[in-house]
């Protein structure tokens, strides 16, 4: 099966190493479509690719915008190559969706054996087209959220928690189980942070932010 590879690099000694690697490696069975800034490779993702390799520091705009723009109606399988290793870039990376965070210098043969895993992945899922709960419906090809039939736009966070409750709907779901499926295993703030998020998903769906219940001391519940 023959892939799609997006690359939006402005380093072009890095555009052609990996080009070439790939080339080479998958015996031409992966496709490298370049991008030299963030407002090239927004206007190629008008056509359809496996995955997107994506810089940080970009001309234009950046990686992490980018990112957040793919999101918003896409789920194909994004992995960063970038200088930028502050432990806040990486996990901000995570927040806005990729898949994985390659930091420079990296390895070609590194970077082929993670997006073949990455690859492996996305299409090997089998994915629900849509999550509904009441008045809530959250289609999962296109990443878009109405409420009461209105489209509602949610923070990474927001989005992340929704989901999660919707595929739990009925269920009670205690804040431990929040923090550690959308903040991950590694934070170690207060629980509270997850009723600060909750309140703002609650305003996002107006009328509909009703359906997420307060169990006391137990965590939350998504009702019909």
């Known amino acids: 099966m023959a892939y799609r590879i997006l690359l939006v690099e402005d380093d072009r000694r ?15 069975n992966m496709e490298i479509v370049t991008a030299q800034d963030g407002n090239e490779g927004l206007a190629l993702l008008r056509e359809e690719f ?8 970009l001309p234009g705009i950046d990686g992490f915008s980018l990112c957040r723009e793919i999101r918003r109606s896409s789920i194909v399988p994004v992995i960063f190559i970038t200088a930028r290793a502050r432990e806040e870039d990486v996990l ?37 087209k849509e999550l509904v ?22 923070a ?12 739990h709907k009925n269920w009670v779901v205690s804040r431990d ?4 499926k959308v903040w991950g295993a590694d934070y170690f703030g207060s629980d509270r942070v997850v009723d600060n998020h909750i309140k703002k998903l609650r305003k996002a769906l107006g ?6 219940k307060t169990v006391v001391t137990k965590g939350y519940k998504l009702t019909d």
């Open 14 to 28: 890095i555009r052609e190493i990996i080009e070439d690697y790939f080339s080479a490696k998958s015996e031409d």
């Open 50 to 57: 496996d995955l997107v390799f994506l810089d940080v520091m």
């Open 92 to 128: 901000y990376g995570y927040e806005l969706g990729c898949d994985d965070y390659i930091v420079k210098p990296f390895s070609p043969a590194e970077l082929y054996a993670k997006a073949n895993a990455v690859l492996k992945r996305s299409k090997g899922m089998v994915i629900e």
């Open 133 to 154: 709960c009441g008045e809530i419906r959250m289609n999962l090809i296109t990443l878009r959220v109405t409420a009461a039939g209105k489209q509602t736009e949610l």
């Open 156 to 167: 990474p966070k927001e989005f992340a928690m929704l989901k999660y409750l919707m595929e």
């Open 177 to 180: 189980t929040l923090l550690d």
């Open 207 to 212: 009328d509909a932010g009703g359906q997420v």
